[in-house]
């Protein structure tokens, strides 16, 4: 068994304690032992990393994540390369998202029917670097609702009454489908630009959940508007996306359901779309524009509030856009920081903890993802700095000194003792 034994770190566990000095060792797969107050622990046959006073940190997990999608302007873009180059590039953001600390994706859905579940497979079997991966469907959508865009839009599949979202269900769950990622709301384009409208019924909400209960599925969903917040708590959804516009009552449910529900606001998109489209060369019209604005006031206040009543939000921010590109994932934690009110520790608290609950059920295991904590799966970041004191440092990949998954190092610690590096800045 491989070992490998940590030492001179500063240990920031996931859970929103304090960091604090310690020694880590482990062991296969596992951390096997954290000595904390400076004692020491004795490992003769461990591979010894001197942090020189560096943070070991659990990997990151991205809640709202889409491997698939390529850097794209359009959704009609979305699927312009053939299934085979597909997956080829899929693959290279595998490993991208992994060189940022990612060590967990769940995913926001995939572009095509099976890109997903190949590239987890492939993973998984260690052919390719890649973060653990919860694969989910194509967007599941209703006539007229978001991501039916139309012949070339085959980045959706449309599907209406619940007979058709259950065929579809119990096919994904067939092919080895994680996630059902359903959209229940629908942008209505008018004079108020963040009106939407509830698209999916009740019967083809509980339809899907019904399957991922008899198959042991999650279910994901887009849903912006009050009314299908409620019906996806209603119906047993796991994952609510975005919640722009819940109220008083939809908040009072999330709240009551906050020991099994999770809530990503997913706004890189819009955030992105007002600091870097134009960067980018991407043109942002007056609607978007208006829209975005909107939609960051609207969320920030409800995501806000939400962490205020305990109900865990988590970041993952709709990477995969040409003005929001891969790789740029932990800039959701300093916008929780910036905008949620989230302390840098609350804000990885979400991505590790609760990042390691929401994916511990897809991946078939208990409370063992996403802490520094004797037992748990060594998914590791030495970072050099504190991203308690200094949140940004999480967006450069420079900054990460090693990228432990599984016991293993995916990016092994430098050659050149860490503690001399430390002493000369
Ligand atoms: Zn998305």
Redesign the pocket.
Known sequence: MTATLFTNVRVIDGTGEAPFAAEVLVKGNRIAQIARNGAAIDAPEAETVDGGGSTLMPGLTDA?A?LS?LNAERLEDLTSLSAEAHALETAKVARLVLDHGYTSMFS??SARTHTDIAIRDAINAGDIPGPRLLAATR?MTVTGGFGDIGRNGAYAVVLNGADAFRDACRQAARDGVDIFKIVPSAARRGADPLAEDTAMTDAEVAAVCEVARQRGRRVSA?ARSADAVKMCLRHGVDMI?HATLADDEAKDMLEAAKDRIFVAP?MG?PYSRLRDAESYGVATDEYTHARATKEIETVSATMAELHRRGVRVLPGG?Y?FKWNPHGKNARDLSMFVECFGFTSLEAIRAATQWGGQLMGPGLGLGHELGQVREGYLADLLLVDGDPSQEIEILQHRERLLAIMKDGAFHKPPPREPLVRRQAAE
């Open positions: 709202h889409h999608f926001g859905s967007q887009h996306y997913a998109l709709d995969g």
